[in-house]
Structure formats: structure tokens, C-alpha cells
């Protein structure tokens, strides 16, 4: 696998793990369904939490796969999204400028909107990057 194919991150993958009992590394890996079960149930009680210290690199290599690389880097879009998605940054650098204007003045839609993004920022990006690709 070469660096451009590299959609994700282990390192930006172990630091939000360190907040994993609240499900953050497994939305970023693509798994919202499990990030929303980690959420509710603080990472299955913490030991859920904990295995996934071991199962990061196999997440990590199942989301490169997954996910096309391109212009749009997905790790600058979690980052935007995790530290000032409420003000709609991470809308701004996907080129989506009237929803991000939306979130700016609305909390990120009254933070559903936020929530939203958490379960498809990965197929956000990844949109962006095939349309591109095409072009």
C-alpha cells in the first residue's frame, strides 16, 4: 500500500481512542454503529475500550481499504470536525459552504447535525475524493 492509499491514520486513530469509551476512534475508522454502542455503554463498561487498543491496526487497514484517497484528507477533516465542527469547519474544507454556514449559526443544527457528521463524515470525504477522481 503506498502513502496516497493511506486514508487514515494510526496515530490520529490512538489519540481518539484515548476518548474511545465515547466511541470517537470507531466513527473515524467508519463504524458508526459501534462508535454509537461505545457512546452509550462508555466503550461496553471500558472493556470493549480497551480491546480495541489491540484491534486499531486492523480497523486502520480495513478504512484504507474502504475509503478512496485524494485531494480531501480525511484526517485534517476528523480533526476540523472533532475541534470546531460545531462552527462548520470541516463543512467548509469538504467546499459545502451554505450547510457550513448553517452549522456556524446553529450549533451544527442544534449539535444533530454534528451527531450526523460523526456517522458519515468518512462517506462525505470519500464522495468528494471519487468525484474528483473522475474529473
Known sequence: ???????????????????GFMGSHRFYYGRPV???IWFFTLGLLFVGWIVDLFLIPGM??????????????YNVAWILLTFLGIFGAHRLYLGKWVTALVWLFTGGLFLLGYLYDYWTLNDQIDEVNRRRAVR
Open 1 to 19: 500500500m503506498t502513502t496516497a492509499d493511506d486514508t487514515h491514520s494510526k496515530m490520529i486513530g490512538y489519540i481518539l481512542w484515548i476518548f
Open 34 to 36: 459501534t462508535g454509537t
Open 60 to 73: 486502520d487497514r480495513e478504512a484504507d481499504i474502504r475509503y478512496v484517497s485524494g485531494d480531501t484528507n
